[in-house]
């Protein structure tokens, strides 16, 4: 007669996934959707957005900003002064 299956368990290891925490870092690791951000919130963080693409692949296209979120009326008036707000910061690092 076969028992019951249980998952296998390492000696000594009692943990269980209710056991495990997460960092309170995390809340301030997350970036709040891009849409309804404020314009000044929006246009600071288009400009991150911008310098970590320019960093990793060479620049960001309007459907690469759609992607991350920006509503197309975020697009149409923010790229302006965040590419403003991007090569300003650049300079400064």
């Given at each position: 007669?076969?028992?019951?299956?249980?998952?296998?368990?390492?000696?000594g290891v009692t943990s269980t996934l209710s056991s495990i925490r997460i960092s309170?870092?995390?809340d301030t690791c997350v970036v709040a959707p891009r849409s309804?951000?404020?314009k000044a919130t929006a246009t600071?963080?288009?400009a991150s957005d911008m310098r970590?693409?320019?960093?990793r692949e060479g620049g960001l296209t309007e459907t690469g900003l759609q992607?991350?979120?920006y509503?197309?009326?975020?697009i149409a008036t923010l790229v302006k002064p965040a590419?403003?707000?991007?090569?300003?910061?650049a300079a400064l690092s």
């Open positions: 007669m076969p028992s019951a299956r249980r998952p296998r368990r390492l000696p309170p870092l995390i309804t951000m404020d600071r963080q288009m970590e693409a320019a960093y992607l991350l979120g509503s197309d009326d975020q590419r403003a707000l991007a090569d300003q910061l």
